[in-house]
């Protein structure tokens, strides 16, 4: 299973919609002013409260002007790979803002107007502490009025891609986030994050630019503070754990207390090395004072033993 390292980011999503109420939240209006629900073009995703790397995920797409809901697997195959995919070995589910023009791998689906967005409930991170266990913290949309129709979902830039698998009948889908300096709301978990599309204005510009090749959707990926976060349980930390457990606020843990010998022994003075040190000497003289005297005594005892065999 796939472990959360702290160099990686995002590395684990939730997203505990079923496929038609995820549609219902995306709701969006057409050309004609019409209310519209993305239709899906695959079976539903399967809702995950604990998703990581290569497992799929929820994709929202534009396509003549219309949206639609696809599920893919979250890390981008190129659509140069025509291998099978266990012969794809690269790590390709985060994609940085500052290099998707000087990376073919995203440059050619970002070129070919291939954007996408991924609806989350929220994504996890790892706090980075020295000395200390890394404690997983749930990352979710703040409650403003910005949500819109999409609710409290978080709104994620990504990229997407299609490929022919070998001895595959059916062309391949996939997906990557796309990543951005971290905002000051969270810079001190991490460095990096998701990039956020607030509005239903940031979303349309980003699915349907108008062109294919549009370096100003670019503007749209930058820091959000619109998050807030708080710490969950270590059980998020293997992949193979899911349920609403994964979610669920983690209780501070409660200090225990002490029993009688500990609390005895905590307010007993400590001793300074200078002390210690007279303790140790004064011990090491009564010692060696004890065995002189035994000797001493064994001596006295064996001459009265001589002298009396000599009368």
């Known amino acids: 299973y796939f472990i959360q390292s702290n160099l990686s980011m995002c590395g684990r999503l939730a997203c505990i919609l079923e496929g038609n109420n995820l549609s219902v939240r995306c709701q969006y209006t057409d050309k004609t002013g019409q209310i519209q629900r993305p239709e899906w073009e695959s079976s539903?995703?399967?809702?995950?409260?604990?998703?990581?790397?290569?497992?799929?995920?929820?994709?929202?797409?534009?396509?003549?002007?219309?949206?639609?809901?696809?599920?893919?697997?979250?890390?981008?195959?190129?659509?140069?790979?025509?291998?099978?995919l266990k012969e794809f070995k690269l790590t390709t589910h985060n994609s940085c803002a500052e290099t998707i023009l000087d990376r073919p791998l995203y440059s050619r689906a970002f070129q070919r107007g291939q954007r996408c967005v991924i609806p989350a409930d929220g994504f996890y991170e790892w706090s980075s502490a020295k000395g200390g266990d890394k404690t997983p913290h749930f990352v979710h949309r703040l409650r403003d009025e910005k949500t819109e129709v999409t609710g409290n979902l978080l709104m994620i830039a990504g990229l997407y891609d299609t490929c022919n698998l070998e001895n595959e009948d059916t062309t391949f889908y996939s997906a990557a986030v796309i990543t951005v300096a971290a905002s000051e709301s969270i810079s001190w978990l991490h460095h990096r994050m998701p990039a956020v599309l607030e509005t239903e204005d940031e979303v349309k510009r980003w699915l349907h630019a108008g062109q294919f090749y549009s370096k100003e959707t670019l503007s749209l990926l930058s820091p959000r503070t619109c998050i807030d976060l708080y710490p969950v349980s270590k059980v998020v930390n293997s992949s193979t754990t899911t349920g609403p457990v994964c979610m669920q606020r983690a209780e501070p843990e409660k200090k225990r207390k002490l029993n009688t010998l500990e609390k005895y022994m905590a307010k007993k003075p400590k001793l300074d090395n200078t002390e210690r040190d007279s303790c140790s000497q004064d011990k090491a003289g009564q010692v060696g004072g004890d065995v002189t005297d035994n000797r001493v005594s064994g001596i006295r005892k064996s001459s009265e033993a001589e002298t009396g065999d000599a009368l």
């Open 44 to 84: 539903y995703h399967t809702p995950g409260y604990n998703i990581a790397p290569t497992c799929q995920i929820p994709v929202l797409f534009g396509k003549l002007g219309q949206r639609y809901f696809r599920s893919m697997r979250w890390g981008l195959v190129p659509s140069t790979h025509k291998k099978s």
